[in-house]
């Protein structure tokens, strides 16, 4: 069984993502799994949101409405289509005295990475996709969310060409530039 600091130091991004991706009954388990995420007073302040087939081509319409730039309309609508999954990142912030906003943001932040390290471990590629049309009210409004609702972003999702599994060195960490003491 892999540790977890296995998982993490196993752990890539893939960027070229191919069919199949985890049906709904293989990721449910792992979505369900997010109750161990650290959260102050339980608030859940997160959902996800599965896009598969057409879904993805109205998240890729919205980057284009927003972008504004009709002659890369059909390559922004493709950047949607790069995996066989898309899960948009929600924040669902809750009315709360002791839990402020950034606090609830970080806990969805941690369901999308928690959620990565699973689907990785499991055997699924994943990559975590921002981009500056992310907030947009175009896309917005095509997640359907609500009025206080906001993207953190997408986790692409599917299966890594086996070209694409191997390995690629990490930039080691200057752990004095991130690790220091009072």
């Not at 921002?130 to 009210?137: E, L």
């Not at 359907?144 to 986790?155: R, V």
């Amino acid at each position: 069984m892999t540790t977890a600091l296995e998982a993490l130091e196993l752990r890539r991004s893939h960027s070229k993502l191919v069919d199949p991706a985890p049906s709904p009954e293989q990721l449910a388990p792992l979505v369900a799994a997010m109750t161990s995420v650290a959260d102050h007073s339980g608030l859940r302040p997160w959902r996800l949101i599965e896009m598969r087939g057409d879904a993805r081509t109205i998240l890729g319409e919205a980057l284009a409405d927003a972008a504004e730039k009709p002659d890369k309309r059909e390559k922004l609508i493709k950047k949607a289509e790069r995996a066989p999954l898309v899960l948009a990142v929600v924040v669902s912030p809750r009315k709360s005295d002791k839990v402020p906003l950034w606090e609830q943001e970080a806990v969805a932040s941690g369901v999308a990475h928690l959620l990565s390290l699973l689907l990785d471990e499991a055997g699924w590629g994943v990559i975590w996709r921002t981009g500056s049309h992310t907030r947009s009210a175009a896309v917005h409004r095509a997640h359907q969310l609500g009025e206080h609702e906001y993207l953190l972003g997408w986790l692409y999702i599917g299966s890594v060409p086996d070209q694409d599994r191997r390995a690629k060195p990490r930039k080691p960490l200057d752990l004095p530039k991130h690790l220091s003491a009072l």
